[in-house]
């Protein structure tokens, strides 16, 4: 760089560097301190399922293994927790790889109609010990052709199904709709008549880690990435998600897709 003898400019580029520099410092902290954070509960989400795998298998090597009924239950349970903890490294790695952008999505055209059967086919079992019915309100329609990553599109469907039947009360409902927007666009929608949500916490219920009930007795366990997951996704295919819901009457979830001309 040549020497400046001009004083004004050498102030302004002494200025500007310090800024630079300052500027620099403070994403660098910003980064650090989101890092900090996301370690933390990192290491709080896992506690508890590995906690409990713990507390089932000191219990049988303390003696609860003699009864042959109460080692059967208490391995399902410990073997409970692991698969636990599987789902929430799954999660982790997932939201690490959205937040970092590192993840290519491949596109392509699906019937969604066909994606919903499917996820309905896998999710049924677990709709079906909280008895709640899984209905599709135009599984008889035609097939729907839409362009997205089918296995990102089936995941946001997933965990959309998995939160209506998780916070659903038992004998209640999840409903799946697609509606037609406009000839380009359709809306995926899920509607349960489960525990709602309160207005203070909906526009919270998308950041990572976030859960209304923090408390663990709750059965109904969760990594609280679900729906980060979903709207990184959604924000990925430059789609739309939207919430409505009422506490104590159920929710609402929907989300644009492109539609193709085909279907
Ligand atoms: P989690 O692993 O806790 O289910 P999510 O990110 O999927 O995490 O959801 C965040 C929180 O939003 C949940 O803990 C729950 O409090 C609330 N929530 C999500 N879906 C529903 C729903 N269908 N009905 C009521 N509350 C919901």
């Given amino acids: 760089k040549p020497i400046t003898t001009d004083m004004e400019t050498l102030t302004r580029e002494v200025k500007k560097f310090a800024t630079d520099k300052k500027l620099e410092i403070e994403m660098l902290q910003v ?17 508890t399922p590995l906690f409990t795998v713990q507390g089932y298998l000191s219990t049988l090597i303390d003696g ?4 042959k009924s109460i080692r059967k239950k208490y391995l399902k349970r410990a073997e409970k927790g692991v698969e636990r903890l599987i789902y929430i490294v799954e999660d982790l790695d997932m939201i690490t790889k959205l937040e970092s952008g590192d993840l290519n999505l491949e596109f392509s055209d699906f019937d969604i109609v066909d994606l919903i059967q499917n996820v309905f086919d896998l999710l049924e079992m677990k709709a079906d010990k909280k008895k709640i019915t899984l209905s599709f309100e135009n599984y008889h329609i035609q097939p729907t052709f839409v362009n997205g990553d089918k296995d990102k ?3 946001v469907v997933e965990n959309l199904i998995v939160n209506s039947i998780k916070y659903g009360k ?30 203070q916490n909906i526009p919270r219920l998308f950041e990572r880690f976030y859960r209304v009930d923090k408390s663990g007795s709750r059965s109904e366990g969760g ?8 709207k990184h996704i959604i924000e990925a295919h430059k789609e739309k998600i939207y919430v409505e819901s009422e506490f104590g009457i159920g929710s609402e979830f929907s989300f644009t897709l492109e539609k193709m001309a085909h279907s």
Avoid: C, W
Wanted: aromatic share 4%; proline share 2%.
């Fill in 223 to 230: 990594s609280g990435l679900g729906l980060a997951i979903v």
């Fill in 64 to 67: 609860a293994m003699e009864d």
């Fill in 170 to 199: 038992i004998g209640g409902s999840s409903e799946i709709a697609i509606v037609n927007l406009t000839p380009k666009k359709v809306l995926v929608r899920v509607t349960d008549n489960g525990e709602g949500i309160e207005k």
């Fill in 31 to 47: 980064r650090e301190e989101y890092r900090r954070e996301f370690l933390g509960n990192v290491s709080h989400e896992l506690k």
């Fill in 153 to 155: 599109i089936q995941q």
